[in-house]
T-cell receptor
Framework: AQSVTQLGSHVSVSEGALVLLRCNYSSSVPPYLFWYVQYPNQGLQLLLKYTSAATLVKGINGFEAEFKKSETSFHLTKPSAHMSDAAEYFCAVSDPLAGKSTFGDGTTLTVKP | NAGVTQTPKFQVLKTGQSMTLQCAQDMNHNSMYWYRQDPGMGLRLIYYSASEGTTDKGEVPNGYNVSRLNKREFSLRLESAAPSQTSVYFC????????????FGQGTRLTVV
């Protein structure tokens, strides 16, 4: 069975600082991995996805993530945080048979002025 | 382009009452999903439908039923609501296959008193 673990339920950074949100996965087959963002009182929207084409994936709003097979990780980064990045972030892995995804517990990002 | 539309957005039920959450997508997606979101627990899959005419249980199906009415619509029914079903419910859809991301509705905030 596929699973993801997001390390740190809350991350706080200053505006302009590096954002690093951690995700480790477990998968019996080469994984397809996703990062989603959820703004308050909204649904989730896709930030970026890894589907084996390139290990460094660029997404919207300046975010990127690197797939590291040896570390079973797919950490999300952004060089410089903006106030508008404050949200909850979810890592997800896709089930190889059914196409449905399993989500991590989420990481709430707070950006301090 | 509406995407995924959920109704209602808010609902308060008394214990034992029943209700149906409606979901419709206009992206011609084959797969549809119902998740619940609880603080600190991420998104948990209740039921999903890989294609029109099929439904399968997810991680937390007890107390719920679903109907894939047609390719566009996927409803979730609570037959006898319980306080433990107080949650935010999200409907999502995706194209078939594990490479594809899910598109989410805005959510239904349900309180059972």
């Amino acid at each position: 069975a596929q699973s993801v673990t997001q390390l740190g339920s809350h991350v706080s950074v200053s505006e302009g600082a590096l954002v690093l949100l951690r995700c480790n996965y477990s998968s019996s087959v080469p994984p397809y991995l996703f990062w989603y963002v959820q703004y308050p009182n909204q649904g989730l929207q896709l930030l970026l996805k890894y589907t084996s084409a390139a290990t460094l994936v660029k997404g919207i709003n300046g975010f990127e993530a690197e797939f590291k097979k040896s570390e079973t990780s797919f950490h999300l980064t952004k060089p410089s945080a903006h106030m508008s990045d404050a949200a909850e972030y979810f890592c997800a892995v896709s089930d190889p048979l059914a196409g449905k995804s399993t989500f991590g517990d989420g990481t709430t990002l707070t950006v301090k002025p | 382009n509406a995407g995924v539309t959920q109704t209602p957005k808010f609902q308060v039920l008394k214990t034992g009452q029943s209700m149906t959450l409606q979901c419709a997508q206009d992206m011609n997606h084959n797969s549809m999903y119902w998740y619940r979101q609880d603080p600190g627990m991420g998104l948990r899959l209740i039921y999903y439908s890989a294609s029109e005419g099929t439904t399968d249980k997810g991680e937390v199906p007890n107390g719920y039923n679903v109907s894939r009415l047609n390719k566009r619509e996927f409803s979730l029914r609570l037959e006898s609501a319980a306080p433990s079903q107080t949650s935010v419910y999200f409907c999502a859809s995706s194209e078939s296959g594990r490479r594809t991301e899910a598109f989410f509705g805005q959510g239904t905030r349900l309180t059972v008193v």
